[in-house]
């Protein structure tokens, strides 16, 4: 065991986060057995190494492990979690625990027989952790670690500390709140690139290459973390890349299940469980009429997750509309209920309709939200302020 204590020292030492995620606020600590969710690269293991070093310093009652070490193709993680709290332990992290073949049993093992020691795990957004499995549906907490908010990228370009802002200020005090932040730094200026890459960390370490890392991970998930989790063959996996690269040259996408079906040449079943893959695999968002989100039901849209994939998938199928309507849905859905109406772009927690669009767009029912304007009237509001919701 001495070993993984120098590596988590090595971790601790090593490891220097230049952004602070809003998600470690969010998570109830207490919490006997918390998961992490998050696509590949958007700073797992960062996230967890900070959070160690916030709540516990150098102390040696918490340790971090990466469950990719092939130690635990032998030692069964309970058995390690047991020694470990009897060594004094109190919180275990374990990495990637999808890694691990029989991680549930071994979780609820540890829940049921280590009353005093918290574990802390992360995963892939696709792996089912409390979904239809009774060992763990009732004592995990989940959280997702999302990309960067707008708000988030702001304040590291800038290095103000802009707070997040809630949906009813925001349609209530716009223009005050506006005029506040505007004094301060000019949003425009850094919101275009950050729609083509400041979601997703990759960004702190090399711009130039942004755009392959994003397409690595992309398709490492495809490959592994979507055909593996939900044990679909490999050769089937040019269907789901079709079906992605489907979607980002249409969106926002309409679905025709019979015609995609035919395109893609499988069963309109197939192509329903593919379009949950892919939004479990938060590669894109899907949007229904009754804000439901039935996924055994065709959605009304589809929406690639973010406008970096838009970038990174189909470049030359970005418009200011793919991307106005893609950045809305992504901030605003985060902790909200989207769901298409007929007479306006998206409608938000049943009560507000917004039209998204340039600066001249109009509210005709409801609210606009309007690109490239600093500050907005009445019911228009900019686009940018809601990159301010997390």
């Known amino acids: 065991m001495e070993k993984f204590f120098h590596s988590h020292i090595n971790q601790l030492e090593n490891t220097n986060p230049v952004l602070t995620r809003e998600l470690f606020n969010e998570i109830d600590w207490s919490h006997r057995l918390i998961g992490i969710k ?33 130690y635990f193709t ?41 009353p005093d020691l918290h574990i802390v795990f992360s995963t892939s957004p696709v792996l089912r952790v409390t979904e239809g499995n009774d060992e763990l549906k009732d004592i995990a907490k989940l959280y997702h670690l999302e990309g960067l908010s707008f708000r988030e990228f702001l304040n590291y370009m800038t290095g103000e500390e802009f707070p997040r802002i809630s ?20 949003p425009l200026a850094f919101f275009p690139e950050y729609l083509r890459r400041g979601y997703y960390p990759y960004f702190l370490d090399d711009k130039l290459f942004y755009n392959d890392n994003l397409l690595k991970h992309i398709n490492l998930a495809l490959e592994i973390d979507v055909t593996y989790l ?53 590669m894109i968002n899907m949007v229904y009429a009754n804000g439901d989100e039935d996924e055994m039901k065709k959605p009304d849209k589809v929406y690639l997750h973010n406008t970096n994939i838009l970038y990174a998938v ?27 109406v007929k007479k306006a772009d998206f409608e938000i927690n049943d009560q507000y309709k917004f039209h998204v669009g340039g600066k ?9 939200a309007a690109d490239r304007i600093e500050v907005g009237k009445d019911r ?10 997390y």
């Open 230 to 282: 939900n044990q679909i063959e490999l050769q089937y996996l040019p269907k789901l890349r079709k079906l992605l690269f489907t979607i980002a040259q249409e969106v926002p996408f309409k679905p025709n299940v019979s015609k995609l079906s035919n395109e893609i040449e499988t069963s309109r079943a197939t192509i329903m469980n593919y379009l949950r893959y892919l939004k479990h695999a938060r």
């Open 38 to 70: 998050g696509f590949r690269g958007v700073g797992k293991t960062t996230f967890l190494i900070d959070s160690i070093k916030r709540m516990f310093g150098s102390k040696n009652d918490c340790l971090y492990l990466n469950l990719n070490n092939f």
């Open 314 to 340: 189909d470049p030359d199928n970005v418009d200011n509309r793919n991307l106005r309507q893609t950045f809305f849905l992504n901030q605003v859905g985060y902790q909200n209920t989207v769901r298409a």
């Open 167 to 186: 949906l009813n200020d925001i349609i209530e005090n716009h223009v005050e709140i506006s005029k506040e932040i505007i004094n301060k730094v000019k």
């Open 74 to 114: 032998r030692r069964k993680i309970f058995s390690f979690a047991d020694e470990f709290s009897k060594r004094g332990g109190k919180l275990l992290v374990l990495d990637q625990i999808h890694k691990y073949p029989d991680w549930s049993t071994e979780l609820r093992q540890c829940y049921d027989n280590i």
């Open 380 to 389: 228009i509001i900019p686009l940018w302020l809601f990159g301010f919701l």
């Open 360 to 368: 001249y767009t109009k509210p005709k029912d409801g609210f606009a």
